[in-house]
Every structure is written in structure tokens, then in C-alpha cells.
């Protein structure tokens, strides 16, 4: 299983960037894959996910309203589209996949990761 995220970069605060996540090695039906991101010093953190084969996402608090996943079957690809940037949402984001359903939060318990890509947000 192979999981690639990139899109990252650097951004003033207020504005957006897209994370993309392409996946191969498996079929992802009925599997979850998520966006967690790192800032220095800090731990690994829940952004949202999604369950493959369905229509659900859920969202960090800290995230609803700006972030949006989504994902397109036939390119294998998951979306991260975040809106509205602040300078918090610095750090290095990895997209990472589980066959647990619901979504878990908990970045222990995910089977694979991409590697991640860096966001900065200016202020």
C-alpha cells in the first residue's frame, strides 16, 4: 500500500491550499482515510476523514467550516481543501488509511501513511 500526500506550501493566513493523497496497493472500500497533521513540538493531530465508499466526513473542531474532504474513485485520490488559513494550522500533514469504521481519530492505530507534506500559514 502505497499513500503519496503533497500540495503543501507556504500561505498567508486567510488564504487556502489543496493537500491531495494518492493511493495504491489496495482496494479502499470500506476503509477510512484521514488527514492528521504535526506542528513542531506538539503531537500528531486528528484534521478529518473519510470513509471510502461512502458519503461521510468528519472533521476536528478546529477544522469545521474551513477544511473540506472529498475524494475522486477513478484518480484514487483524496482531497484536503482548506479554507481560511491560520497561522495554527502550520505543520506537516500526512494523509494515513485504517479498515476501522467509524473514523479513528487516535494516529496510533492507522496501517498506513503517506508521507507528509509542510504547510505554513503567515501571519
Known amino acids: 500500500v502505497q499513500l503519496q500526500a503533497c500540495g503543501g506550501g507556504l500561505v498567508q493566513a486567510g488564504g487556502s491550499l489543496r493537500l491531495s493523497c494518492a493511493a495504491s496497493?489496495?482496494?479502499?472500500?470500506?476503509?477510512?482515510m484521514g488527514w492528521f497533521r504535526q506542528a513542531p513540538g506538539k503531537e500528531r493531530e486528528f484534521v478529518g476523514a473519510?470513509?471510502?465508499?461512502?458519503?461521510?466526513?468528519y472533521y476536528a473542531e478546529s477544522v469545521k467550516g474551513r477544511f473540506t474532504i472529498f475524494r475522486d474513485s477513478a484518480k484514487n485520490t483524496m482531497y484536503l481543501q482548506m479554507n481560511s488559513l491560520k497561522p495554527e494550522d502550520t505543520g506537516v500533514y500526512y494523509c494515513?488509511?485504517?479498515?476501522?469504521?467509524?473514523?479513528?481519530?487516535?494516529?496510533?492505530?492507522?496501517?498506513?501513511w503517506g508521507k507528509g507534506t509542510q504547510v505554513t500559514v503567515s501571519s
Open positions: 473519510l470513509i471510502w465508499s461512502g458519503v461521510s466526513t
Open positions: 496497493g489496495l482496494t479502499f472500500s470500506g476503509w477510512t
Open positions: 494515513a488509511a485504517d479498515d476501522r469504521i467509524p473514523p479513528p481519530t487516535d494516529w496510533r492505530v492507522y496501517d498506513y
